[in-house]
Nanobody, 124 residues
């Protein structure tokens, strides 16, 4: 059973940057699809970006070129670097995971089995 704990949210002005972290425990980062989802005020939860254990990534059009996902297997940690932030990026951001032997199934819209508790990002 995988546990995911996010950190790094906060408030920032438009154009600023933040880095979110997701600490993975209960299993190693191997044969998994990990991703970041977000839910803004009055909006449905949406997939933002995914990364497979083989480092294959997939981004939604809304964040492509501004957000970067990475993973440090030695620390069992995922990161989301967010730059050029916009007010519409304001949301609760969730780290998520699903066992996925094949990277082809790991897209930013994947269906997670595990969720973190979320971290708030506010852009004004």
């Amino acid at each position: 059973h995988v546990q995911l704990v996010e950190s790094g949210g906060g408030a920032v002005q438009a154009g600023g940057s933040l880095r979110l972290s997701c600490r993975v425990s209960g299993d190693t980062i191997r044969a998994y699809c990990f991703g970041w989802f977000r839910q803004g005020p009055g909006k449905a939860r949406e997939g933002v970006v995914s990364i497979h254990s083989d480092y294959t990534t997939d981004y939604s059009d809304s964040v492509k070129g501004r957000f970067t996902i990475s993973q440090d297997k030695s620390k069992n940690t995922l990161y989301l670097e967010m730059t050029s932030l916009r007010p519409e990026d304001t949301a609760t951001y969730y780290c998520a995971a699903r066992r996925a032997p094949y990277a082809s199934t790991c897209t930013h819209r994947f269906a997670p089995d595990y969720w973190g508790q979320g971290t708030q990002v506010t852009v004004s």
